[in-house]
Nanobody, 117 residues
């Protein structure tokens, strides 16, 4: 069975850092594009960062130069390093996996990130 499990969320002060992890199973990880999305109350889910199987990356303008996405194919895990956190980064963060051609899509259950002012 496909499983994506996020960890590393929590409460942090503005200016602080967190590192999110997403461990996966049941997929051929090295062939999948991976991403992090977030959703704040009353707002739509948005793409935060993505990384392809070839390690090409893409970031939302709001997090560029602050967040870094990376993957470890040996561990079937994708990471999101979040630095210089702002209160507007507060959201539930979701791990996403997409197959070659981005036809099949899987989601984790999410992890809460709260940034206090």
């Amino acid at each position: 069975q496909v499983q994506l499990v996020e960890s590393g969320g929590g409460l942090v002060q503005a200016g602080g850092s967190l590192r999110l992890s997403c461990g996966t199973s049941g997929i051929n990880f090295r062939t999948y594009a991976m991403g992090w999305y977030r959703q704040a109350p009353g707002k739509q889910r948005e793409l935060v960062a993505a990384i392809t199987s070839g390690n090409s990356t893409n970031y939302a303008d709001s997090v560029k130069d602050r967040f870094t996405i990376s993957r470890d194919n040996a561990k079937n895990t994708v990471y999101l390093q979040m630095n210089s956190l702002k209160p507007e980064d507060t959201a539930v963060y979701y791990c996403n996996a997409k197959s070659g051609g981005w036809i099949y899509v899987y989601w984790g259950r999410g992890t809460q990130v709260t940034v206090s002012s």
